[in-house]
Structures are given as structure tokens and as C-alpha cells.
């Protein structure tokens, strides 16, 4: 079956520029994460997605990163007025609800703020 | 907050067992988990613990102590293609798991 998707895999953008990062988790499952890892570090928690609940926004670095989440499937995740700290690898990650499921995460975009 | 604590890189042989820590203090537990990473790869699952022991699966097996805040992953009859980076995740108090920086392994013939 499919596993979760995102695109682009790949994201040149200008400094102060919006971008926009697209994530298609495992149909069923009713948890999301977007996670970032910059270069020789640790996947740093973003956001995360449960069903109807409000979504945890506790790990968002700035209010210029939002995202969304449309039928409880597709999330995208924006950044505005992109920064260079903001290059890194964006992970998206989904899972069944529930503390001992495993989450499964796509290939990730990879960001460039140029 | 949470801190989870791995070293930065192991190297061992072919055929060898490798052990990789993993130390954590959180607000409240709700499992550990073992990811492999692959260089420019997205991290898989490796393993789940909840309860204190080991979980055996094939060659790779994870112990917990919960009391001890303490984990690893060991890795028997290794082979170059476990060369990659290891990473220690714990859900604590809420269902966000939380990472470790990674443990970076080497396995050299």
C-alpha cells in the first residue's frame, strides 16, 4: 500500500519568500507530525494532528510557520518570509491514534533559503 | 521539558554486537521507540517499549528500565548495510514523541 508522501522532495526559495510544503499521510491514519532535522541534528518537533482535536502547535519556532490540515488527510506546512535558519529537511510523519503505534514518516522536502 | 541523551557516533565490525544507549528524563512516560535512519533516508521503525525488559526481533533487540530512565538497542551479526544513524524517541506525558540527536553507526569489514 502507500505510505505517506510529501513534495516537493526538493525547495530553492529566496530569502523572504513564502513557501509551502505538502504532506499525504497513510490513508486511516488519524495522527500527523511535521518534525524538521537540520544537518548532524535530531528531528525537532512542529505540529501535531489528531483527528478533530485542536491541533498542538507547541513546537512551531515562529508565527511565520502555520499549517493545516483539510478533512483529516492532507496537511501543508507554510513558512513565511523564509529565513536561512529555516533550511533543513521537513519530515512528515503519520500514525494510528494511540501511544504504541509507530509513526511512519515520508522522504521528507528538503528546504534551501537561498 | 524532556532530555534524551545518545553518543554522537559508534563504530564496530562486520559479524560484531553493538550495544547503543539511551538515556531519557521526561514529564511522564508512554513508550519508547528505535528508529534506523539511512543517510538521506526517512527514519523506519525499529522497536516499541513500554514495559521494563527486552524485545527481541531477529537480530535487533531493545531493553527498557523505566526506573533507570534507560534504554538500548542492540544489534547482533552486523552487516555493512546497518551502517546508518539510530535514533532514541519518547512519549512522555502527551502522544509527541520526542527525539534524540541520534546515534550514528559504522560498521567497518
Known amino acids: 500500500g502507500a505510505g505517506v508522501s510529501q513534495s516537493p522532495s526538493n525547495k530553492v526559495t529566496e530569502k523572504g519568500k513564502d513557501v509551502e510544503l505538502r504532506c499525504d499521510p497513510i490513508s486511516g491514519h488519524t495522527a500527523l507530525y511535521w518534525y524538521r532535522q537540520s544537518l548532524g541534528q535530531g528531528l525537532e518537533f512542529l505540529i501535531y494532528f489528531q483527528g478533530n482535536s485542536a491541533p498542538d502547535k507547541s513546537g512551531l519556532p515562529s508565527d511565520r510557520f502555520s499549517a493545516e490540515r483539510t478533512g483529516g488527510s492532507v496537511s501543508t506546512l507554510t513558512i513565511q518570509r523564509t529565513q536561512q535558519e529555516d533550511s533543513a529537511v521537513y519530515l512528515c510523519?503519520?500514525?494510528?491514534?494511540?501511544?504504541?503505534?509507530?509513526?511512519?514518516f515520508g522522504p521528507g522536502t528538503r528546504l534551501t533559503v537561498t | 521539558g524532556q532530555n534524551i541523551d545518545q553518543p554522537t557516533e559508534m563504530t564496530a565490525t562486520e559479524g560484531a554486537i553493538v550495544q547503543i544507549n539511551c538515556t531519557y528524563q521526561?514529564?511522564?512516560?508512554?513508550?519508547l521507540f528505535w528508529y534506523q535512519q539511512h543517510a538521506g533516508e526517512a527514519p523506519t521503525f525499529l522497536s516499541y517499549n513500554v514495559l521494563d525488559g527486552l524485545e527481541e526481533k531477529g537480530r535487533f533487540s531493545s531493553f527498557l528500565s523505566r526506573s533507570k530512565g534507560y534504554s538500548y538497542l542492540l544489534l547482533k551479526e552486523l552487516q555493512m548495510k546497518d551502517s546508518a544513524s539510530y535514533l532514541c524517541?519518547?512519549?512522555?506525558?502527551?502522544?509527541?514523541?520526542?527525539f534524540g540527536r541520534g546515534t550514528s553507526l559504522i560498521v567497518h569489514p
Open positions: 521526561t514529564s511522564g512516560f508512554n513508550g
Open positions: 510523519a503519520s500514525s494510528l491514534a494511540g501511544e504504541a503505534y509507530e509513526q511512519y
Open positions: 524517541a519518547v512519549r512522555g506525558g502527551s502522544y509527541i514523541p520526542t
